[in-house]
């Protein structure tokens, strides 16, 4: 089970991403585990890959391998970072035997 953050909502004045976790459990139900806004790319990742963290410290060790991965992989981390400054979201997926895993960074104004 994740422990849950509570979540903020809306964006803050100045902040140019909106970063957001959600848990989608098997019967399609959106749980909210944080939210974050933040003023530029760089700390927007860096928040997604706090809470990527938060995220698969609570997961067994087979579901955890892919957040762990990703939390390593400099050169999707550099994927990111581009296609957020190209004004575009980015989003990872981890999954477990009963939830997905949604970390997802939306460029205010744009679509998810």
Not at 7 to 18: E, H, I, L
Not at 25 to 43: K, S
Not at 57 to 62: A, F, I, K, S, V
Request: net charge negative; with cysteine; glycine share 6%.
């Amino acid at each position: 089970m994740v422990t849950a953050l509570n979540p903020t909502y809306g964006t803050a004045v100045g902040a140019d991403y909106w970063c957001e976790v959600t848990a989608h459990t098997a019967a399609d139900e959106a749980l909210p585990l944080g939210a974050c806004a933040a003023r530029n790319p760089r700390l927007a990742l860096r928040w997604l890959s706090r809470r990527a963290q938060d995220v698969t410290d609570q997961l067994d060790e087979p579901y955890a391998r892919p957040g762990r991965h990703w939390l390593t992989d400099t050169a999707e981390h550099e994927r990111a970072m581009a296609t957020l400054t190209q004004g575009h979201p980015y989003t990872v997926i981890f999954t477990d035997d009963t939830c997905r895993y949604r970390l997802t960074i939306h460029p205010c104004g744009s679509s998810q």
